[in-house]
């Protein structure tokens, strides 16, 4: 029997890439001549990707973005963004307690995120975290992302584990609805990166601390769910 696995969404539940995210936007916002945004701007762009992020803050400046200019600022966000990993990004609080736990208790574990696999990686290894994980899947790992369930059950596949006992952790409408689709639970932290409160999206459990991700609620919830 395949051993039971727990998947982690990266930015904004594993580890708070916010500050560094900002600034690579702010360097390109300041290289297309759009104002900067501050932290609560930031959660109302971000979710989607640089790409989005950069598109959305256009948006809200009323400014026009031409495809050409777009692509620009992106390929400047992804430069400032990738030279300054891991900058001032830090797992959040219980995070390395909770990996533990589960490494203890026999567990697999797993990243599924929509950031680019390299970037996931060198950020996982320059916080010595991706001893922890069986499997590291990003945006470009597969033909498909997060929403797609794919996304979720070939991370799973990669990394051994049984997808009938499997539970995933995320912070967004993007986890949540892939987890939905997969058919497997879903933890949803309330601290990450999405405009809307996570309960509107009607997750299986909502975490306020890594403390609470514990190996019973993960049992438990493979439990209903099969």
């Known amino acids: 029997m395949s051993s039971p696995i727990i998947v982690f969404d990266l930015d904004g539940t594993l580890v708070d890439t916010a500050p560094d995210l900002l600034e690579s936007l702010n360097h390109s916002l300041g290289a297309g001549g759009v104002p900067h945004t501050d932290a609560t701007g930031f959660r109302s762009f971000v979710g989607h990707g640089g790409r989005v992020m950069i598109e ?3 948006a809200a400046s009323r400014t026009p973005l031409p495809v050409a200019e777009h692509d620009r600022l992106f390929a400047l966000f992804i430069d400032h963004y990738g030279e300054n990993i891991p900058g001032k990004s830090l797992p959040y609080p219980g995070v390395l307690d909770a990996l533990d736990r589960f490494t203890d208790a026999g567990f697999l574990m797993a990243v599924c995120t929509n950031k680019t ?3 996931s990686r060198k950020l996982l290894e320059a916080l010595d975290m991706t001893r922890y994980f069986a499997a590291i899947c990003g945006q470009d790992t597969f033909a498909f992302r997060k929403p797609d369930p794919r996304h979720l059950t070939e991370t799973i ?3 051994g584990g049984d997808r009938d006992r499997a ?3 995320g912070d967004s409408q993007t986890d949540i609805d892939t987890a939905k689709a997969a058919g497997i639970p879903v933890v949803a932290v309330d601290f990450g990166y999405t405009d809307r409160h996570v309960r509107e999206f009607e997750p299986s459990k909502i975490i306020s601390h890594f403390d609470e991700l514990t190996v019973a609620l993960a049992d438990k919830l493979i439990a209903a769910a099969n």
Do not use: I
């Open 56 to 58: 959305r803050a256009f």
């Open 117 to 119: 696999e390299g970037f």
């Open 157 to 159: 596949a990669m990394a």
């Open 167 to 169: 539970v995933m952790v």
